[in-house]
């Protein structure tokens, strides 16, 4: 009988065979199945060895305790051989465990599961490639050190490590999505990628509602992709997108995502919140018809479900656009002593716009100008100072 | 990137004949697996040209000419839409296409425009910011 126990720790060296070697080798079509490949044979090769010490022994006149140990590759491969699908989700709860950093577990997923060189991470998080090169290494070595199971996690360890794998594709997602340094407002591949991967999980645990919620909230937002971009590069606000240019497509795929988060009854999970609050965008046909009341509504879900200064940020806007600026900025001031936001650039352009719709221009000109300080992003900085530009132009037309 | 798989007509398609149930099947598993790979986007099966029609267009002239068509083999009679990382990998799928029959057939792979095909999106800062961590990474850093 062959005990689980060696069997994991197969699939585990097959892990950091793989590792080591899909740098080199580049990955393979099928990193699950290859994965078990590898497993198998390390197996095979474990077993022929001990046969050969079984031999030995023999040799030497000892007595044998092991002869159930004989097992043909093909018993061995009825134990191993699991769905494939089994091994990419095992892949991805590893790639994504806890004791690794997250921009270890970024790095990791971005390479096992999405494909990526080391050169095409780097690229896109703007950082060295020796630098992404060390970052998986170290991630490898601390899998290792802590003896983390190849394994899909069950009861109640599951929610914790699924939710840790939604973190990271969200923010490979985002990263794409609203590029937090460098000048390129977007990196549409890495939004490819972190969607591609949703979609996969989101067949394999096709019972866990917030794996839909997320695919749902990337697929909405996604849509947009178009329409955020002008013409010359230049970013493209929500509210002035032409809504001509959403992708209907993946709108739809989105709305049929949420319908199957929605379907497991209960309330909505903070993923599955965040993307009705996408789809009620998705759904107005023009900004005007937006239905702020509601989104609104979602959002005090969301800060009660999931609280956080960003979140509060966000109820503000909503706040502010369904029941007039002066809501928004009473929720937006509450805010002002946040640690958290100190160097948060969205809250100065939230507060400057609220406080420019209430016509208190100087005021909003000192956000605008402050925000533009703190983003990192050339093309958002230079937004930012063109509405700060137009405060001193309504200001001086008041006076 | 994404792309467009047109599945060319066949004599049988045009002729409405359905699909055999063998041919569902395979045709059903290899969906699925499209789906589990993340792959699929949309797809279509496509009534016979004979149920369809055609504009044609002249300066403000605009003629409906009613179907069939003749020239079957520039027909189409599905689509797909998939997402993938590279036109190898397209063309890995499309190579994979259950076809029980063994009859002759084409299927024409196309690439759709993406936001980031505007091409030149390499501003200057950022190619020199690429050009830094180049010389970084030659460093050894």
Request: charged share 25%; proline share 4%.
């Amino acid at each position: 009988m062959l005990d689980v126990g060696l069997a994991e720790e197969l699939a585990q060296d097959a892990l950091v065979a793989a590792l080591e070697q899909w740098p080199e080798s580049g990955i393979p079509d099928k990193p699950g199945a290859w994965l078990m490949g590898t497993a198998k044979h390390r197996a095979i090769d474990l077993l022929r060895r001990r046969k050969r010490l079984e031999l030995k022994y023999e040799e030497m006149g000892h007595e044998l305790l092991g002869v159930e140990h004989e097992i043909s590759e093909r018993e061995f491969e009825a134990v191993i051989d699991d769905d494939v699908g089994d091994d990419l989700l095992r892949l991805i709860f590893t790639a994504c465990h806890p004791v690794l950093s997250t921009e270890a577990r970024v790095a990791l997923t971005l390479r096992l599961l999405g494909g990526l060189t080391t050169e095409e991470i780097a690229r896109a998080f703007l950082v060295s490639e020796p630098a992404v090169a060390q970052r998986i290494v170290r991630a490898k070595r601390a899998l290792h050190e802590a003896h983390v199971p190849f394994e899909v996690p069950q009861g109640a360890e599951l929610a914790a490590r699924l939710s840790s794998v939604l973190e990271v594709i969200y923010l490979i997602f985002n990263e794409g999505y609203a590029a937090t340094a460098g000048d390129d407002w977007l990196r549409p591949a890495l939004c490819e990628d972190a969607l591609r991967l949703g979609r996969i999980l989101a067949e394999l645990t096709p019972t866990e509602p917030e794996v839909h919620g997320l695919v749902a909230l990337m697929e909405i937002q996604a849509s947009r992709t178009r329409a955020r971009i002008g013409r010359t590069g230049n970013p493209v606000l929500l509210l002035d997108q032409d809504r001509g240019r959403w992708d209907q497509l993946l709108i739809r795929r989105g709305l049929a995502a949420l319908e199957r988060a929605e379907q497991f009854g209960g309330g909505l999970g903070p993923y599955a919140l965040q993307a009705a609050i996408a789809a009620c965008h998705a759904g107005a046909r023009t900004a005007a018809e937006t239905d702020w009341a509601r989104i609104a509504a979602l959002y005090d879900a969301l800060a009660h479900l999931a609280p956080s200064p960003v979140v509060e940020l966000n109820r503000a806007v909503a706040h502010g656009m369904a029941f007039g600026p002066a809501a928004g900025l009473e929720l937006v001031d509450a805010l002002t002593a946040e640690p958290s936001l100190a160097t948060y650039q969205y809250l100065p352009s939230v507060r400057g716009d609220l406080l420019a719709k209430l016509a208190r221009f100087d005021e909003a000109r000192v956000e605008f100008e402050r925000a533009a300080t703190l983003t990192l992003n050339a093309r958002q900085r230079d937004l930012l100072l063109e509405r700060a530009a137009q405060c001193d132009v309504s200001s001086t037309r008041l006076t | 990137m994404r792309f467009m798989i047109l599945i060319k007509a066949s004599k049988e398609s045009e002729a409405g004949v359905l699909p055999s149930e063998q041919l569902l099947t395979e045709m059903g598993q290899f969906n699925e697996e499209l789906v589990k790979a993340g792959v699929m986007l949309a797809g279509e099966g496509l009534q016979p040209s004979s149920k369809g029609a055609r504009v044609k267009f002249a300066g403000a002239k605009r003629t409906v000419v009613d179907g069939p068509f003749a020239e079957t083999k520039e027909l189409i009679a599905g689509f797909w839409l998939w997402q993938v990382k590279s036109m190898d990998e397209a063309l890995a799928w499309v190579k994979r296409i259950p076809n029980p029959t063994g009859e002759q057939g084409e299927v024409e792979i196309r690439q759709v425009f993406e936001a980031d095909d505007f091409g030149a999106n390499l501003t200057p800062e950022a190619r020199r910011r690429e050009e830094r961590l180049r010389s970084q990474a030659a460093a050894g850093r």
